[in-house]
């Protein structure tokens, strides 16, 4: 969900719960390669799937755009970076000088004429490559639309456009989530244990390419996540079962969560029917709940494959 698009770890757009410690000067002690299990509620109220829709697509192939953009952002904003850097293809630096200011107004009007080119481009290629276009779109939840006030019925065209490129069908279980999770609590949970598995990977990953990652302090299940097949509707169960280990090692409260008091009952009375003498067991009950939470992420799993980086 995972409907990452590169092969490089995305920008975090929250704030990571470890810290480090100084020591050394300036050189930060490596911490824990895992994403500990957050839900919203624990950060700032928003889900966290709505992450993936803040992120920054960078282009591969145009780094020196991209960089052009982060510039005039910051000149808009009133924090101007103190260098200008120029790199080649492969990312080397080849020049590097002192940044000077643009006015905030001159900046922000370049930065939207940057991106209405930009956008004007997309357009030409539907116009040419529709096919091409739908294929990318797919798999993502934003799409590039020119507010043209000069056509009578820009709205709909807009419209119209979205679904003939048919944006985010792959991903429609990742959009429903950013959309509706803190309405449910079920929800809620599975796409937490998503983000933390799919998170500690990355981060389990890094340990010996990384100087700032380690084994050392890494819970059992952090290991598993290597093995996790790719997030698919068929590679649910393995994802679930990774899954229930982290939970119960991070909360294994859960079910006291008052976030979860309507859905606990339900569990415990399904627990019971399912007893012989009528009393279950705390496991039988969170059986219950892992039952649910594997059906929810599996509405949350795309059918076939949208991860297109190096799993």
Request: aromatic share 8%; net charge positive; glycine share 6%.
């Amino acid at each position: 969900m995972n409907p990452k698009s590169s092969d490089k770890k995305p920008r975090r757009t929250t704030p990571r719960r470890h810290t480090t410690t100084v020591e050394h000067g300036d050189e930060p002690e490596p911490r824990p390669a895992f994403r500990p299990f957050e839900l919203e509620k624990d950060w700032v109220g928003k889900n966290l799937m709505r992450t993936m829709a803040m992120l920054i697509y960078g282009g591969e192939h145009a780094p020196d755009w991209c960089r052009d953009m982060a510039m005039l952002y910051s000149n808009a904003i009133g924090k101007p970076a103190p260098w200008h850097c120029t790199y080649d293809k492969k990312g080397r630096l080849i020049s590097q000088e002192k940044h000077v200011p643009i006015p905030p107004h001159e900046a922000a009007e370049e930065l939207i004429k940057l991106a209405l080119d930009a956008a004007a481009y997309v357009e030409l290629l539907h116009c040419r490559a529709p096919e091409l276009c739908r294929q990318v779109a797919v798999r993502l939840p934003h799409w590039p639309i020119k507010a043209d006030l000069t056509a009578k019925d820009w709205k709909r065209e807009g419209e119209t456009l979205i679904a003939d490129i048919g944006l985010g069908s792959g991903i429609e279980g990742f959009l429903k989530s950013a959309r509706t999770s803190d309405e449910n609590p079920i929800r809620l949970y599975a796409t937490a244990i998503y983000e933390a598995l799919h998170g500690t990977r990355f981060e389990f990953k890094e340990i010996g390419n990384n100087k700032y990652r380690t084994a050392a302090g890494c819970p059992e299940w952090a290991q598993k996540t290597l093995e996790l097949p790719m997030f698919t509707r068929s590679g649910v169960s393995a994802w679930m079962k990774v899954g229930k280990e982290m939970l119960l090692e991070q909360r294994p409260d859960f079910l006291n969560d008052p976030l979860l008091k309507e859905q606990s009952f339900k569990w415990k009375k399904r627990a019971s029917n399912r007893s012989r003498s009528g009393k279950p067991t705390l496991r039988s009950i969170q059986n219950e709940a892992f039952g649910d939470f594997a059906k929810e992420m599996k509405n949350l799993a795309p059918v076939e494959n949208v991860y297109r980086g190096k799993w």
